[in-house]
């Protein structure tokens, strides 16, 4: 599973370290996007926070463990239908 780099800036918004833009607040990114070389820069940078996080897959697409809406088959009320006599 693929990290994704999460930078927060306390810095302006266009502070820029490691050859990237940044904007104020939380910026994301896949890891790919830096080098070894980039990162430690990000990191050494005392205005910048950064976090390695592993990429969670988006969980609108997820269904595991969900219930369906309507869990009881076609048909079935939980009521009988059976007459007293």
Known sequence: MAKKIIVI????????RAGVKLNQGRNEFDESWFSAQQLAQLKADEKL???????KPDSSTDTS???DANPSPTGVTGKSKAKAE
């Not at 926070?49 to 990429?55: G, L, P, R, T």
């Open 65 to 67: 463990g969900k219930l």
């Open 9 to 16: 800036s306390g810095a302006h918004a266009g502070y820029r």
């Open 49 to 55: 926070s950064v976090s390695e996080v592993e990429d």
